[in-house]
Nanobody, 116 residues
Framework: VQLQASGGGLVRAGGSLRLSCAAS????????MGWYRQAPGKERELVAT???????NYADSVKGRFTISRDIAKNTAALQMNSLKPEDTAVYYC???????????WGQGTLVTVSS
């Protein structure tokens, strides 16, 4: 399975960015797609996930600002990020995994930089 993420960049605080992720390969059984991020000097953390059943989960820090969407048939996911803050600066990773075992795959990261 390969996950191709895109859409990162530099934006001013209060601005918006949209990240996209496309999965290819043998994705059968991987029922969740999501986004994680890792800021400098910090551990990787969950941002948002979207299951095949339509269930979404967001980190408290992004609720109300970020929206995850997914096209299950096309194996794609997107993360619309609004009202960005400098603390959102991080490398964002797309992930596709099985909700029961948590095993899955990571895409390459895409850097999001929010300037104050």
């Amino acid at each position: 399975v390969q996950l191709q993420a895109s859409g990162g960049g530099l934006v001013r605080a209060g601005g918006s960015l949209r990240l996209s992720c496309a999965a290819s390969g043998r994705t059968f059984g991987l029922n969740v797609m999501g986004w994680y991020r890792q800021a400098p000097g910090k551990e990787r953390e969950l941002v948002a996930t979207f299951s095949n059943r339509g269930n979404t989960n967001y980190a408290d820090s992004v609720k109300g600002r970020f929206t995850i969407s997914r096209d299950i048939a096309k194996n794609t996911a997107a993360l619309q990020m609004n009202s960005l803050k400098p603390e959102d600066t991080a490398v964002y990773y797309c992930r596709m995994f099985h909700s029961g075992t948590l095993s899955g795959y990571w895409g390459q990261g895409t850097l999001v930089t929010v300037s104050s």
